[in-house]
């Protein structure tokens, strides 16, 4: 008998895969993404000490300054996700990080996932 398993099972399995390889020191902390339906989420986490040093989503107030101050109309999540991937990275590289491991959280890499990770690039992290 075939077993039929969920959309969320297998983003859960996806998910465990990626952390099994995945893994945050102080040196190289590791950035996790999670996006819902209306936001998306990054932190960059040590997983040595279990510490979360930076977190950033849709909601904090410097990406709500960030989307409305800019001059192109940020209308859909992708562009916000770029949004979100830039003050992170600025955040990150005052906090003197530079490099980080990218941590996607079983979402495929495309869309608001790839394009948070494209502004952290143009920020100058490395991955």
Avoid at 8 to 17: A, D, E, P
Wanted: proline letters at 2%; aromatic letters at 6%; hydrophobic letters at 40%.
């Amino acid at each position: 008998m075939i077993k039929k398993t969920s959309r969320k099972i297998k983003k859960n399995l996806r998910h465990k895969r990626i952390r099994k390889k995945i893994f945050g020191t102080e040196q190289i902390p590791r950035v996790a993404v999670f996006k819902s339906t209306k936001n998306i989420y990054a932190q960059i986490i040590d997983d040595v000490n279990n510490k979360t040093l930076l977190g950033v989503s849709t909601l904090s107030p410097k990406v709500i300054e960030v989307i409305k101050g800019t001059e192109k109309n940020v209308s859909t999540k992708v562009d916000a996700a770029g949004c979100v991937g830039k003050v992170l990275a600025e955040i990150a590289s005052e906090a003197g990080i530079k490099t980080v491991r990218f941590d996607r959280g079983g979402f495929p890499y495309h869309g608001r996932v790839k394009a948070l990770a494209d502004a952290l690039k143009e920020g100058g992290i490395v991955f």
